[in-house]
């Protein structure tokens, strides 16, 4: 019998992490609407989401997300290009640990548009350096 204070061990038989979840963005295929991703493209789907949501869109997690759509229409300056890759570095340390980022770099594409941000993110895993993606967002 199981009780408020017993202590219930929890044992696997996994040798390794996977990384499960849903692809983004959602489309429909030949599976329906939602398709599932592994690995590391869990992660960039995850990376995508965060970077894309709006501060304060998602219920219960007000601090979710980045508020870089009220930077578009401002004037391209180095410093706005710093508060850009501030705000994504700290939204991934504080939702996604298990990347570290190893470039950030954000530019405006004059063939996109001037009112367009594009962002370029190098990433590895946290515990695994040699699985590396280059994840490229236009804004």
Same mark, same amino acid.
């Given at each position: 019998m199981f009780g408020p204070f017993e202590n219930i061990s929890v044992v696997t038989t996994?040798?390794?992490?996977?990384?499960? !979840?849903? &692809?983004?963005?959602? +489309?429909?295929?030949? !599976? !329906?609407?939602?398709?599932?991703?592994?690995?590391?493209?869990?992660? +960039? &789907? !995850?990376?995508?989401q965060l970077i894309l949501t709006r501060k304060g869109e998602r219920v219960?997690?007000?601090?979710?997300?980045?508020n870089l759509r009220a930077f578009v229409f401002s004037q391209d300056t180095p410093a706005l290009r710093k508060r850009i890759k501030d705000e994504? &570095?700290?939204a991934i340390f504080v939702y996604e640990p298990r990347v570290t980022i190893k470039t950030l770099e954000v530019y405006v594409n004059e063939s996109q548009?001037?009112?367009?941000?594009m962002v370029a993110l190098q990433l590895s895993l946290a515990n695994d350096?040699?699985?590396?993606?280059?994840?490229?967002?236009?804004v």
């Open positions: 996994s040798q390794k992490d996977q990384l499960l !979840g849903l &692809a983004f963005p959602i +489309v429909s295929s030949t !599976g !329906g609407y939602f398709s599932n991703s592994e690995g590391f493209n869990t992660i +960039v &789907a !995850g990376i995508k219960m997690l007000p601090e979710f997300g980045t994504i &570095a700290q548009g001037r009112n367009t941000i350096f040699l699985q590396e993606r280059i994840l490229e967002i236009i």
